[in-house]
């Protein structure tokens, strides 16, 4: 008697479950649906490496395959744009002033900064998953003053966009990254933690809205390897000149 009681409860408890997550993905899909229509730029996707091409690939491969990438995207997004997303402030219009390969370097391209002396080290950044390499040019700088070469922007991998995937949708006016944030970027930065934790040094502005500084310290700097990290704050790190001391 005792086990079939425990079993009803059981079914109960697995039935309720069952109805929670039907309710939270019929209200994911309701609320995807209430958003802005999906742009052509939103549900193209490119041919790129998989986890297992990149592990095989050297840097020169895989620049090779981002150069292709961006030819494709001309071809069937950037040159099949109606008139009405041809706008001056839409960074995918090629008639558009903020158009990336209009500027010189193109800061959506990945690159190696190499010092003038002896190398002291290499050092690897990896850009936010809706950012660009043009936001950690000025640290690749500085490391790169000091005797390091750095490889910056080491691909994520994105799958086929669609309305869910997307947290929101804004225009798209900034050249070097995405405005709208798609739920892969969560995804990836969650399996980065529960991946081996390296050591880190983290520069974090006070004024960035899209991660929490308080979030930071409690959820990052919670992991044991958070014992031989730094973390350094401000108002403005990204445009220092350097973010290393003079001595």
Same mark, same amino acid.
């Given at each position: 008697?005792?086990?079939?009681?425990?079993?009803?409860?059981?079914?109960?408890?697995?039935?309720?479950?069952?109805?929670?997550?039907?309710?939270?993905?019929?209200?994911?899909?309701?609320?995807?649906?209430?958003?802005?229509?999906?742009?052509?730029?939103?549900?193209?996707?490119?041919?790129?490496?998989?986890?297992?091409?990149?592990?095989?690939?050297?840097?020169?491969?895989?620049?090779?395959?981002?150069?292709?990438?961006?030819?494709?995207?001309?071809?069937?997004?950037?040159?099949e744009l109606s008139e009405d997303e041809k706008g001056a402030l839409n960074r995918f219009y090629p008639g558009s002033a903020i158009y990336p390969a209009r500027f010189q370097p193109d800061w959506n391209r990945s690159f190696i900064l190499l010092p003038t002396g002896a190398v002291r080290g290499a050092v690897g950044l990896l850009h936010?998953?809706?950012?660009?390499?043009?936001?950690?040019?000025?640290?690749?700088?500085?490391?790169?003053?000091?005797?390091?070469?750095? /490889?910056?922007?080491?691909?994520? =991998?994105?799958?086929?966009?669609?309305?869910? *995937?997307?947290?929101?949708? $804004?225009?798209? +006016?900034?050249?070097?990254?995405?405005?709208?944030?798609?739920?892969?970027?969560?995804?990836?930065?969650?399996?980065?933690?529960?991946?081996?934790?390296?050591?880190? /040094?983290?520069?974090?502005?006070? =004024?960035?809205?899209?991660?929490?500084?308080? *979030?930071?310290?409690?959820? $990052?700097?919670? +992991?044991?390897?958070?014992?031989?990290?730094?973390?350094?704050?401000?108002?403005?790190?990204?445009?220092?000149?350097?973010?290393?001391?003079?001595?």
């Amino acid at each position: 008697m005792r086990n079939l009681r425990l079993f009803r409860l059981v079914r109960k408890g697995l039935l309720a479950l069952a109805i929670l997550l039907l309710v939270f993905f019929v209200g994911r899909i309701y609320q995807s649906e209430q958003g802005p229509p999906l742009q052509q730029w939103h549900s193209w996707s490119a041919d790129e490496m998989t986890a297992d091409e990149i592990d095989k690939a050297s840097f020169a491969d895989y620049q090779r395959r981002e150069t292709r990438i961006f030819q494709q995207m001309k071809v069937e997004l950037n040159d099949e744009l109606s008139e009405d997303e041809k706008g001056a402030l839409n960074r995918f219009y090629p008639g558009s002033a903020i158009y990336p390969a209009r500027f010189q370097p193109d800061w959506n391209r990945s690159f190696i900064l190499l010092p003038t002396g002896a190398v002291r080290g290499a050092v690897g950044l990896l850009h936010g998953l809706t950012d660009s390499r043009y936001s950690v040019r000025y640290l690749a700088e500085a490391y790169r003053q000091q005797g390091f070469a750095g /490889l910056a922007g080491w691909p994520a =991998l994105f799958p086929a966009f669609a309305r869910t *995937a997307w947290l929101n949708m $804004v225009p798209e +006016y900034n050249p070097f990254k995405y405005n709208s944030f798609p739920v892969n970027a969560v995804r990836q930065s969650w399996l980065l933690t529960q991946a081996a934790f390296p050591s880190v /040094l983290t520069f974090q502005s006070v =004024l960035y809205a899209t991660v929490s500084t308080p *979030a930071i310290v409690s959820a $990052v700097y919670r +992991y044991p390897a958070a014992e031989k990290a730094s973390l350094i704050t401000g108002r403005n790190l990204l445009n220092r000149p350097s973010v290393f001391p003079d001595s």
